[in-house]
């Protein structure tokens, strides 16, 4: 598929490229604010500080990366408009970014994908192009289609413009004053986790960072324990649909491997057990994906780690159906 990079370090992402991310997205993006709760510290015996990317334009941080691959195409690139594949909000980050930028945007996205982000790929003027995930190839049928039209494929993680927009989520983190002992964050592709990384071991290195993932998706944590690259084999599902990734990245796992001190797993109970929390203590709605990091902390992963005192918690996202955020809500019967 064409795939077309200027301007950065050859295939591989390093701080200065985050630094030029910022100064795309700059005028376009919604710096996300740190927020608190004092419920959730005493729960957690920990000071913790949150990253709501749920509010962020189309509904998570996947907007930081697409806008900055988008922006980096050359003219000639744009005019032939892009491709994508995502359960929703990769698909969503594009598409809101392929308006703003006067591109055609074309999504590769599953039957079962929740309905409110197929709704937003819509309301971002995206052609969505529908795939069953357990019988079809989404990166085939976006194979196929970059072929026949000439779009150039935006992958959702694995890209150096990608992950330098996602670092940006970082780039913040590390510079509102607050010192951080340690930082938890989803894990799918990775993208975003290396993203975060190369940020913050330039401006903060001594912060530890935690990924957080679903248990049935475990890879990264599986890759971690071994020290390469490990591929699950589940076809179960999860209502984590943004985390639905089977394998680390090509470019995203030398960079986490590095950084990554360890890599929690959470239930999907869990999930909805901490969305409901947030939820009463914010009014702020996650997502399932973008709620697995506060469930790692709310269930104690953190507790045996006494010298992380400061945490910051990445909420990736908050695109979710009526009937998940129903669910959860019953799990505290608000």
Same mark, same amino acid.
């Given at each position: 598929m064409?795939?077309?990079?200027?301007?950065?370090?050859?295939?591989?992402?390093? =701080?200065?490229?985050?630094?030029?991310?910022?100064?795309?997205?700059? !005028?376009?993006?919604?710096p996300?604010?740190?927020?608190?709760?004092?419920?959730?510290?005493?729960?957690?015996?920990k000071?913790?500080?949150?990253?709501?990317?749920?509010?962020?334009?189309?509904g998570? =941080? *996947?907007?930081r990366?697409?806008f900055?691959?988008?922006?980096?195409?050359s003219?000639?690139? *744009?005019?032939?408009?892009?491709?994508?594949t /995502?359960? @929703?909000n990769?698909?969503q980050?594009?598409?809101?970014?392929?308006?703003?930028?006067?591109?055609?945007?074309?999504?590769?996205m599953?039957?079962?994908?929740?309905?409110?982000?197929?709704k937003?790929?819509?309301r971002?003027? $995206?052609? +969505?192009?529908?795939?069953?995930?357990?019988?079809?190839?989404?990166?085939?049928?976006? *194979?196929?289609?970059?072929?026949?039209?000439g779009? +150039?494929?935006?992958?959702?993680?694995d890209d150096?413009?990608v992950?330098?927009g996602? $670092?940006?989520?970082?780039?913040?983190?590390?510079? /509102? @004053?607050?010192?951080f002992?340690?930082?938890?964050?989803?894990l799918? !592709?990775? @993208?975003l986790?290396?993203?975060?990384?190369?940020?913050?071991?330039?401006?903060?290195?001594?912060?530890?960072?935690?990924g957080?993932?679903?248990?049935?998706y475990?890879?990264?944590?599986?890759?971690?324990?071994?020290?390469?690259?490990k591929?699950?084999?589940? &076809?179960?599902?999860?209502?984590?649909?943004?985390?639905? &990734?089977? *394998?680390?990245?090509?470019l &995203?796992?030398?960079?986490?491997?590095k950084?990554l001190?360890n890599? =929690?797993?959470?239930?999907?109970n869990?999930?909805?057990?901490?969305?409901?929390i =947030?939820?009463?203590?914010?009014?702020?709605?996650?997502?399932?994906? !973008?709620?697995?990091?506060?469930?790692?902390l709310?269930? !104690?992963?953190?507790?045996?780690?006494?010298?992380i005192?400061t945490?910051?918690?990445i909420?990736? @996202?908050?695109n979710?159906?009526?009937?998940v955020?129903?669910?959860?809500d019953?799990?505290?019967?608000?």
């Amino acid at each position: 598929m064409n795939n077309r990079y200027k301007n950065i370090s050859v295939n591989k992402p390093i =701080f200065q490229d985050i630094e030029k991310a910022a100064s795309v997205l700059n !005028g376009n993006l919604f710096p996300t604010p740190l927020i608190r709760s004092d419920v959730i510290d005493i729960i957690t015996q920990k000071k913790v500080w949150f990253k709501p990317e749920c509010i962020q334009k189309s509904g998570s =941080f *996947k907007y930081r990366g697409a806008f900055n691959r988008l922006a980096n195409l050359s003219g000639a690139d *744009k005019l032939k408009g892009v491709v994508a594949t /995502s359960s @929703g909000n990769h698909a969503q980050g594009i598409a809101r970014a392929a308006k703003e930028l006067n591109i055609s945007s074309h999504i590769v996205m599953p039957t079962d994908a929740p309905v409110v982000k197929i709704k937003g790929v819509k309301r971002y003027n $995206g052609k +969505i192009y529908f795939y069953n995930r357990h019988t079809e190839s989404r990166e085939e049928i976006a *194979k196929q289609l970059s072929r026949k039209y000439g779009y +150039i494929y935006v992958p959702s993680y694995d890209d150096p413009y990608v992950i330098a927009g996602q $670092g940006t989520v970082g780039l913040e983190i590390a510079k /509102s @004053g607050i010192h951080f002992d340690g930082l938890i964050t989803c894990l799918g !592709g990775g @993208g975003l986790c290396a993203g975060i990384s190369l940020a913050m071991q330039e401006l903060s290195p001594k912060t530890k960072i935690y990924g957080a993932e679903p248990y049935l998706y475990n890879d990264h944590q599986l890759s971690l324990l071994s020290n390469k690259r490990k591929a699950v084999l589940t &076809t179960n599902n999860t209502i984590c649909d943004a985390l639905m &990734t089977p *394998k680390p990245g090509n470019l &995203t796992w030398p960079i986490n491997k590095k950084s990554l001190a360890n890599v =929690f797993t959470v239930t999907d109970n869990e999930c909805l057990y901490s969305m409901a929390i =947030f939820k009463k203590e914010t009014g702020l709605q996650l997502e399932p994906g !973008g709620s697995v990091a506060l469930a790692s902390l709310l269930k !104690g992963d953190m507790s045996k780690y006494t010298n992380i005192k400061t945490i910051c918690v990445i909420l990736s @996202g908050g695109n979710v159906d009526n009937s998940v955020a129903c669910s959860a809500d019953e799990t505290l019967a608000l």
